[in-house]
């Protein structure tokens, strides 16, 4: 996976927004105002992803490209190594999971704006 078909994926997956909060090189993914995932556009040699804690601990016991979050809450916020030899559609998996997570944690007001939420849930 490169930064483009990471791109594209994240935007794929409803509400999400794009931005560079943090500086002109650190990508940002959002979902009702939210982060689930980030990156750096230079560099594309890693994210970041929101993940239950017990889950995140057991991914970092099964595989060495996945760390505590880098810069992040470490309970919350697994790294994970992109150049290594995980497979793209687990990463993708785990983009998901996080942006899952992240709209089940947003008021149902909020939730139900996101179109294509609820029909997409099983993607």
Known sequence: MDILEFRDYCLSLPGTEECTPFDETTLV???GGK?????????FEWINV?????????LREQYAGVIPGVHMNKR???TVNVTGDLPDK???GWVRDSYDLV??????????TIAGYA????Q
């Open 50 to 58: 929101k993940c239950d804690p017990d889950r995140a601990i057991e």
């Open 29 to 31: 993914f959002k979902v």
């Open 90 to 92: 687990l990463i993708r």
């Open 76 to 78: 919350h916020w697994n």
């Open 119 to 122: 029909r997409n849930r099983k």
């Open 35 to 43: 982060m689930y995932t980030l990156t750096d556009m230079e560099r």
């Open 103 to 112: 709209v089940d944690g947003l008021p149902r007001k909020v939730r139900d």
